[in-house]
């Protein structure tokens, strides 16, 4: 039984995400469904491509993950699959699946991409603006039907990818960036803590804040104060105790975060 995964910024107001399941429940009335955001911010390519890199590795093998955070909906940008390792993506070639493919190409993954370019396994009637619907679920319909993934359009090798920043490495340690800023306002940067050779005399500095060390929990702390710590997926990030560092400290994705040693 196929597992499908969608992820947008479309919403859960008016309908689109239960509209997207539906098609694909017609085509494939088995497939169990997951929804892994709707909450992605309008347009923000980045935004989607994180929250889908972050909980891709979790889903079984053969998992097939919509994506679908597409300004360029209705212009000439490809709407593409691929087999990056052993899961499937659907979604339009904006950049949505950079993360994923950049982990691909470090650890020798095989890679497949294809241009989703055969309208027989789309819907009859597609819209300008919703590919989603049109293509996109359909698509990964059939391949949850047992659909190959090659006739499904043409193989290319050029996907479009994202400019992401990294770490930069500083002689007293690393200036990173915020690269999420979850649900309570904690701030999760693109330093993996795996980086750090020694957490003694380490001082993060953040909007003309600095702090002293890591903690290990947000508990070993009181309320109120501004911490760091090491996230879930093994990440430094910055955090206020039972409240919302991103208000705080007016943090915005991207924002430089020092991890130094005095």
């Known amino acids: 039984m196929a597992i499908i995964t969608i992820t947008t910024d479309f919403g859960q107001k008016d309908g689109f995400v239960g509209t997207m399941k539906g098609v694909i429940w017609g085509i494939a009335p088995e497939a169990q469904i997951a929804d892994i955001t709707h909450e992605v911010p309008p347009q923000d390519i980045l935004t989607g491509a994180i929250a889908l890199w972050r909980a891709a590795p979790y889903f079984p093998k053969g998992t097939i993950h919509i994506a679908v955070v597409d300004p360029g909906v209705g212009t000439h940008r490809r709407p593409m699959a691929a087999c990056i390792g052993n899961h499937y993506f659907v979604g339009p070639d904006n950049g949505l699946f ?3 493919m950049t982990d691909a190409w470090k650890s020798g993954r095989e ?3 294809i241009h989703l370019d055969q309208p027989k396994y789309w819907l009859r009637d597609v819209s300008h603006t919703f590919h989603g619907r049109d293509i996109f679920s359909p698509v990964a319909a059939y391949l949850a039907i047992g659909v190959p993934l090659e006739e499904l359009g043409t193989p290319f090798s050029d996907p479009v990818e994202l400019e992401i920043p990294q770490p930069e490495k500083l002689t007293n340690g690393w200036r990173a960036h915020i690269r999420v800023i979850d649900v309570f306002g ?10 750090l050779t020694t957490r003694d005399g380490l001082h ?12 290990d929990s947000y508990g070993h702390r009181t309320p109120g104060e501004l911490v760091s710590l090491v996230d879930s997926e093994g990440y430094v990030e910055v955090a206020v105790v039972n409240g919302n560092a991103a208000k705080t400290l007016n943090a915005k994705l991207g924002d430089p975060v020092e991890v130094v040693y005095a």
Do not use: K, Q, V, Y
């Not at 904690?186 to 980086?195: C, E, G, I, M, V």
């Open 98 to 100: 950079t993360p994923l």
């Open 111 to 113: 890679m497949t991409f």
């Open 186 to 195: 904690n701030l999760t940067t693109d330093l993996p803590a795996s980086w």
């Open 204 to 215: 993060i500095r953040i909007a003309g804040h600095e702090i002293d060390g890591l903690i």
